[in-house]
């Protein structure tokens, strides 16, 4: 599976992005996504995941203000950010391993490029 992601920039807290990654390669219905971040010199990290049969899951600092969704169709998984803040800043990576969610990064099969977004307060 090659995932491509996009949809990051600079935003004010507060406001809104929305992040793609589309996936070519295998069936894409297969795999669960998920999407995590890396801020400078720290660990990457799991922000939220969703499941071949569109289960989701998420990391406590975001329910409420993300929503991961996908689209079988276009082979792509969307991760909608509102009420943005600073400490959302990091690189935003997505992620395929077969079936169900995990939060563990080292249990993914395939990775995407990573998109930077940045929230200024």
């Known amino acids: 599976v090659q995932l491509q992601a996009c949809g990051g920039g600079l935003v004010q807290a507060g406001g809104s992005l929305r992040l793609s990654c589309a996936a070519s390669?295998?069936?894409?219905?297969?795999?669960?996504m998920g999407w995590f971040r890396q801020a400078p010199g720290k660990e990457r990290k799991f922000v939220a995941g969703i499941d071949w049969s569109g289960g989701s899951t998420y990391v406590d600092s975001v329910k409420g203000r993300f929503t991961i969704s996908r689209d079988n169709a276009k082979n792509t998984v969307y991760l909608q950010m509102s009420s943005l803040k600073p400490e959302d800043t990091a690189v935003y990576y997505c992620a395929a391993r077969t079936l169900w969610v995990s939060t563990d990064p080292l249990t993914y099969e395939y990775w995407g490029q990573g998109t930077q977004v940045t929230v200024s307060s």
């Open positions: 390669g295998r069936t894409f219905s297969n795999y669960a």
